[in-house]
């Protein structure tokens, strides 16, 4: 049974950080491409980021890129999402997503459809 589990959200002014951890069990997380989604209130959720399972190559939401930096560390399991500049339209619930949530090796492909979910960590930015 895959367990996804996120933590690392809170409240935050407008421009400033905060860092997003995900652990993984129950799959071979070293060869599982690993993302961030996010969810606003009365808006679909999108993704944010991947990583794949090598940890050379992602992918950004265009509204994010040169703010946020996702990376991950195999030896534990987990995947990271460094915010910073935050601003309140990244206002959201954030969800962590394994396997098939990231499709590709090289050029990543986020889908809401697939993957292995956890139960997401509220970030609020405040202005």
């Known amino acids: 049974q895959v367990q996804v589990v996120e933590s690392g959200g809170g409240l935050v002014q407008a421009g400033g950080s905060l860092r997003l951890s995900c652990t993984a069990s129950?799959?071979?997380?070293?060869?599982?491409?690993m993302g961030w989604f996010r969810q606003a209130p009365g808006k679909e959720r999108e993704g944010v980021s991947c990583i794949n399972w090598r940890g050379d190559a992602t992918y950004y939401l265009d509204s994010v890129k040169g703010r946020f930096t996702i990376s991950r560390d195999n030896a534990y399991n987990t995947v990271y999402l460094q915010m910073n500049s935050l601003k309140p339209e990244d206002t959201a619930m954030y969800y962590c997503?394994?396997?098939?949530?990231?499709?590709?090796?090289?050029?990543?492909?986020?889908?809401?459809?697939?993957?292995?979910w956890g139960q997401g960590t509220q970030v609020t930015v405040s202005s």
């Open positions: 997503a394994a396997g098939p949530a990231c499709q590709g090796t090289i050029s990543l492909t986020p889908r809401i459809d697939r993957g292995y």
């Open positions: 129950g799959l071979v997380f070293g060869a599982s491409n």
